[in-house]
């Protein structure tokens, strides 16, 4: 086992050993699957999109925005239709990790879905917005624990 699988939380895990062993026609349904699976944001944001986050990384129009629920990391992404390969690793992220501690989150390794051998299936441009898609969600947690962190006395503001 590599360091990457033990760094996986458990569903994260399951879904990526899922893809590894399937057939290779098997995985671009099983994403597809994800796709559709994939919730709309809450009402709020679609009436407020400004609210979201963009990956301008990702080719198609692409937006997250993280919501808090005390350890929980809750997640919501607004991805189109006409994006299927990107809106099912969106699903999957989804599944696997809302729910999750940020802390959790933020150890998932950047590559993971490297070893689910979709890289024989999506274009190299797809997969580098795939990178760019947990790089954004884990920056926006970043920047929400640097902004809930309790002011030291001392420090500038």
Wanted: charge should be negative.
């Amino acid at each position: 086992m590599t360091d990457a699988q033990t760094a996986l939380p458990p569903k994260l895990q399951n879904i990526v050993s899922m893809f590894k062993s399937m057939p290779k026609a098997m995985r671009l349904q099983a994403l597809l699957d994800y796709a559709r699976k994939l919730p709309e944001p809450p009402q709020q944001y679609l009436d407020h999109p400004e609210f979201m986050q963009p990956v301008p990384e990702c080719t198609s129009p692409f937006f997250l925005i993280t919501e808090r629920e005390g350890d929980a990391v809750h997640m919501h992404f607004k991805v189109p239709a006409e994006a299927p390969t990107v809106r099912g690793y969106a699903g999957i992220l989804k599944e696997a990790l809302d729910g999750e501690s940020a802390d959790t989150i933020l150890n998932v390794p950047d590559q993971f879905y490297m070893d689910m051998g979709l890289s024989e299936l999506i274009t190299p441009m797809r997969m580098r917005g795939m990178g760019a898609i947990l790089m954004r969600l884990k920056g926006e947690l970043r920047d929400e624990g640097a902004q809930n962190q309790p002011h030291q006395p001392g420090q500038e503001s």
